[in-house]
């Protein structure tokens, strides 16, 4: 991941607004995605920002069709450029993602289209929520959009544009491994998903919404930095994170990349270190460092 500010992968309302007054907006593509709800079309149809078209996680962010490799493996390039051209995504032209739950849907977006080789993909800060706040104008409907024409320089994703480690290189893997899922599913103390309960032994935990604040915002560089100092980023060493199935991991990542921080997605995150009966499973919390 490419060392980069806060600017480089969120855009805040207020500038969003500003760029689409002055003409030059960008694509705004509604990723709205909830572990217990992921197909977000009917709320996009009922309100949504203008000119947006909605981007199906399960659909365009995932490819089904592989297996062994957890429950939303990463999409080939050839179907999600077919994807964004749908959504109107054009060589040249800026793209915005946003979402209505916890950045979860925006930041895979972010991170497979970044992965990808898009140049200039940001967040919403805030989601659909803070543009609203913000006085925001919405629309309805499913509307319409001129097919786009972008072509994608990455086609493999497990080999693209932004770093992935496969589940054998976790196994004895070198430097930080971050969890971020919420404590008491790091801990094993429930698992409403995946067969086995627990987390990868030497795992820390870095809860994707502890990155947030009550507004569903991003927090401010300094208290990010204390969050991740406090989860054992230094700046130095290798950084790689995971959640359930890699959706809520990439929240983590753009949270790292907003403070120049590179980092690695273990794409298959729990649902595929689970699933092999011989992966070794810890519970509970690590020992304090000494």
């Not at 207020?14 to 709205?32: E, F, N, Q, S």
């Not at 976790?170 to 969890?179: Q, R, T």
């Not at 054992?232 to 990542?253: F, K």
Request: charged letters at 20%; proline letters at 7%; aromatic letters at 6%.
């Amino acid at each position: 991941m490419t060392a980069g500010s806060r600017t480089d992968v969120l855009i805040t309302p207020a500038d969003l607004a500003a760029a689409i007054d002055g003409g030059t907006a960008p694509v705004l593509l509604d990723v709205r995605w909830r572990l217990d709800k992921p197909d977000g079309s009917d709320e996009f149809a009922a309100e949504h920002l203008p000119g947006a078209r909605y981007l199906d996680l399960d659909g365009a962010l995932s490819d089904h069709a592989v297996t062994g490799r957890g429950r939303h493996p990463l999409p080939s390039g050839a179907a999600l450029q077919d994807a964004l051209r749908a959504a109107g995504v054009r060589d040249g032209v800026p793209v915005v993602v946003y979402d209505d739950w916890n950045r979860a849907g925006s930041a895979r977006a972010w991170w497979v289209l970044t992965a990808a080789g898009l140049p200039n993909v940001r967040i919403l800060d805030g989601g659909l929520a803070a543009w609203k706040a913000a006085g925001g104008a919405l629309e309805s409907g499913t509307g319409t959009t001129d097919p786009g024409d972008v072509t994608l320089p990455h086609t493999d994703l497990y080999a693209g544009g932004l770093p992935t480690v496969t589940a054998q290189q976790v196994d004895g893997i070198e430097g930080l491994l971050l969890d971020a899922r919420a404590p008491e599913r790091y801990r094993g103390e429930v698992e409403p998903v995946d067969p086995v309960a627990g987390h990868i032994p030497g795992a820390r935990n870095l809860p994707s919404t502890s990155l947030l604040d009550e507004q569903g915002r991003f927090r401010d560089d300094a208290t990010l930095d204390e969050l991740f100092a406090a989860a054992g980023v230094d700046g130095i060493g290798p950084v790689t994170a995971y959640c359930g199935s890699g959706v809520t991991a990439s929240v983590v990542l753009a949270a790292l990349a907003s403070r120049g921080v590179s980092a690695a997605l273990f794409p298959g995150s729990w649902s595929q270190w689970s699933s092999e009966a011989s992966n070794p499973v810890a519970v509970g919390d690590p020992a304090p460092q000494s």
